[in-house]
DNA sequence: AAAAAGACTGTCAGTACTTACTGTCATGCG
DNA sequence: CGCATGACAGTAAGTACTGACAGTCTTTTT
């Protein structure tokens, strides 16, 4: 269950598991470095000896476990022009990746830039990207007369903001709105876009 | 511009502003007692003569700051049963809200529960209430025959997830989607609606 | 008007505790 | 042997918080 038992991880990446999943519960200078040791497993001296600093441990993390390949890869090849499945397709990836940059993301919101150098500008990478791709999408969708879009851009921003809105929604272990799975929300929206931008 | 400069308030507002602006901006954690007093112009000494300690001041400035009303009265009276102009209304409220409440809900955002007991149950008390009132009005629209809405909590879900992604977006000083201010994106997200919910 | 009282604040020195970080030496392990 | 680690003690800095005293300004009293 915790990220520390798996006794199979070198103690570096011990370490820097532990940090990640307790900075982002607790804020950077919520933890100390015992703190962080103990969980991992492992004495505060190793911590240093790894890492030299705090702050070095903690881009190390950084470093090591931000998911970041480029968006467009991820949607080579892979849209049919049929606006239900690619919409699909769009939300599950985008959930796949700020699932998989959960910690990083919310080690972002907790602190501020001032101290984390560049971590931002690197958790905002991907939303930019599906923006871009999105909005191109609808661009050619509408010249397929496959869709009817006014303003393809803000579409675009006003689908992801909905499912920005979801993810931060669930982000937060004691949820806003109990009761409320992510699946169907999905799919509703969905088809809200697809009955919204039906010619 | 600072909020401490304004030099008519008295001395407790001085201090519960100053804090409320900086820890939003670094943390609990982050700030000390001595830069709060600087902040608001006071000594660390007064600090501590209002206030006790450093939890009592952060606990009163939520107290004083806090924007409680119940969401139901805002909408008391107000709502004509024309899909756009209530959806309108709707949105402008809790932007409103949202935005009174800014400082507050980033707080929240960044410190656990467990160091301030009760405080994410309170910025989190609009959005429940929020949907509860919007589901409520689907239903009653779909009775009434001007929309055809098979979920109507879900619909509610999705139009509120919609907005608290934008309002998070905007929430962050370094935006993530330069270029796109909320009127267009509100003006968007209503038509949307319209066109996905029409009979 | 003058004096006395009271409320509020600043300065400064200081305490107690926490915490990032270091040095030294011993131990286990291939 | 060589390498990684732990146990332990310790340092230096930061920080929440206190106490003593003096200054200022307003209000009250004479």
Redesign the pocket.
Known sequence: MNDSSNSKL???D?LLLAALHLIAEKG??????????TA??????????????????LEAAFDRYHYAEEMKKLFAEKLVWDLERDLLLVCTTYHEIMNRNRKMIQISLKEDEGQLPGFRARTQKHPQQLLEILTNYFIEMSEKGKIVTTNPELHAFTFIMMHFGAFMNDLDAQKSYPGITLAPFVQESIQLFARALRP
């Open positions: 070198g103690s570096s011990k950077y200078n919520g933890v100390t470095t015992l703190e962080i040791a991992a497993g492992l004495s505060e001296k190793t911590l240093f000896r790894h890492f030299g600093t705090k702050q070095k441990l």
